[in-house]
Each structure stands twice: as structure tokens, then as C-alpha cells.
């Protein structure tokens, strides 16, 4: 019987564990929205992808409202890396439009969310886009990464 309650209960907190990312005013979003599908274009959107990606990763920021902050006094630092690859642009820290996005199996609803958000020339091309805070993007993207779920370690080791 203790066994069964066991593993009702990792079962349970695996579901709870599992469930979708908060995307609550606990988060900050990042999109870099490209002119134009063009390789020429999608180039210059990875090129301020990193640039900007740089910055943000040397934040060291611990909360929310530090990221804010941080956010707002480097979008002049930003503007200063984009005018080297190209003058058209605009900027836009605040609510913004993110349409649905799956990644990883997670979806992300469509909706306004607070955000950092370039857009690149006209902004008909793909986008990047990440979260900022709590920080789910700055990975390279050639770096496996593996999660293990400590509850799924357990469980292997009872059965």
C-alpha cells in the first residue's frame, strides 16, 4: 500500500513539474523580427541576434524588475549595434503582440506580453524570439543540452 501511495504521489509531482512555462508577468520576452524571408536578410537578423544576445547575457540580473531596468537603460547600447548593420529599424520595449509559438513540445498562447521586441525594416520576414526572464534563451544553438527530471531518476531506480 505505501508503495502505491509512493508513486501516486511522484506521479503527481511529475504532472505538476511537467506542466507549461509560466508566461505571466514573471516573464520577459525577446523577438528580433526579420525584413524579409531574403538569406541576406534572415543573415542580418542573426548577426543583431548575437549582438544583442551578448549584452543580455552579461546582465547578471537575479529578478524581474532588475531585468526591466537593465532592459531600459541598454537600449542605447542596442541602437548603437544595430545602426552598424542597417538604419532601418525600430525598437519597442512594452507590451507586444507574440502570435502562438510551440518550441520543445511547450506552446506558448498568443497574446500581448511584456517584451523587447526589433523589427527590421518592414518585419515580414521569420523571427527569432526567445524569453528573457527567466533566461530560456541565450543557449547556443549547437549545445545539447539534456534536463533529467530527478523524480523519473527515482522511479527507474523503484521499478
Known amino acids: 500500500m505505501k508503495k502505491i501511495i509512493i508513486v501516486l504521489c511522484l506521479i503527481v509531482s511529475i504532472l505538476c513539474i ?3 512555462p509560466n508566461t505571466s508577468g514573471d516573464t520577459i520576452r525577446f523577438r528580433i523580427i526579420a525584413n ?3 538569406k541576406s536578410d534572415q543573415q542580418q537578423k542573426k548577426e543583431i541576434v548575437k549582438s544583442i544576445s551578448d549584452t543580455l547575457i552579461n546582465s547578471n540580473v537575479k529578478t524581474v ?8 537603460a541598454q537600449i542605447p547600447t542596442f541602437e548603437k549595434q ?13 507590451q507586444n503582440y507574440f502570435p502562438k509559438k510551440e518550441h520543445n513540445g511547450i506552446i506558448y498562447e498568443a ?5 523587447l521586441v526589433i523589427t527590421l525594416g518592414q518585419g515580414e520576414g521569420d523571427n527569432f524570439w526567445c524569453i528573457l526572464f527567466p533566461p530560456l534563451c541565450m543557449v547556443d544553438e549547437n549545445e545539447d ?7 523519473k531518476e527515482v522511479l527507474k531506480k523503484i521499478f
Request: no cysteine; net charge neutral; hydrophobic share 15%.
Open 111 to 115: 497574446g500581448e506580453y511584456e517584451s
Open 36 to 38: 524579409s524571408n531574403s
Open 145 to 151: 543540452i539534456e534536463y533529467k527530471s530527478i523524480i
Open 65 to 72: 524588475e532588475e531585468e526591466r531596468k537593465y532592459i531600459k
Open 82 to 94: 544595430i545602426n552598424k548593420s542597417t538604419k532601418d529599424y525600430s525598437i519597442n520595449y512594452g
Open 18 to 20: 511537467n506542466k507549461q
